[in-house]
């Protein structure tokens, strides 16, 4: 059963947008490694102020730039898998609203694809079926955008995934939550499901408490 899109959120009144995908996003910086089959880009009207707004603390999340870890997948030399996706740079120097959603969306679909790669890819050497990813897709259903400390955002998607694995697995995701916490020299995911989110009105997840630094960039 389709899953009824909500109504946006918009922190403290910034623009927000809601994208889903077919197999990407279509934004306007698009890797080597992507393609662009479809994107539905949605706009509505501000509501509400989210709750979690005023959790935002006063400080960057405390992370060291050593610890930065994110998935790296390999090219697999099969016909129909999937190309790793490429991590998009830096962030906007204004990131706030569109551009800030804009940013951790593609930043979490080429997380999610590409851990989705590695733990998928068993390429055999004998007689074994091969097994890759041939089809991964995120849908996101609501985002929100906050202003945080330092002229940063803090975004939070709500969306779920599927997928194919050869010769015809098919999986798909519960809702997920992510929250990222973005500026000019740091990007900080927290991740947790709809079996763990507190609600709309908490910061949960939180990249202060449960964040992992997942890119730097020299100021």
């Known amino acids: 059963m389709p899953i009824p899109r909500r109504r ?3 922190a ?4 927000g947008t809601v994208l889903s995908s077919a197999g990407c996003f279509a934004l306007d910086e ?3 490694h992507e393609t662009t089959d479809s994107t539905d880009t949605r706009t509505e009207t501000p509501t509400t102020t989210a709750g979690w707004a005023t959790e935002i603390p006063e400080t960057p999340p405390s992370v060291s730039c050593k610890a930065v870890s994110r998935p790296m997948a390999e090219p697999v030399d099969r016909e129909g898998a999937l190309a790793p996706r490429d991590y998009p740079g830096r962030p906007p120097s204004e990131a706030a609203g569109k551009a800030a959603v804009e940013y ?3 930043f979490e679909l080429a ?3 590409n851990d989705e790669m590695i733990s998928n890819t068993d390429v055999a050497t004998g007689d074994e079926r091969d097994k890759y990813l041939t089809r991964f897709d995120i849908s996101v259903q609501n985002s929100w955008v906050a202003a945080g400390p330092a002229d940063s955002s803090v975004v939070r998607l709500q969306y779920v995934g599927s997928g194919t694995i050869h010769p015809g697995i098919e999986f798909d995701y519960i809702t997920q939550y992510v929250t990222y916490y973005i500026d000019s020299t740091r990007v900080v ?3 947790t499901t709809q079996n763990d989110f507190v609600g709309t009105d908490a910061l949960d997840p939180d990249p202060w408490v449960d964040g992992d630094p997942v890119a730097c960039f020299e100021k």
């Open 8 to 10: 946006l959120v918009k």
């Open 189 to 191: 995911r927290a991740r």
């Open 104 to 106: 951790v969306t593609r």
């Open 30 to 32: 698009t890797s080597s």
């Open 111 to 113: 997380y999610r694809h």
């Open 12 to 15: 403290l009144g910034i623009t």
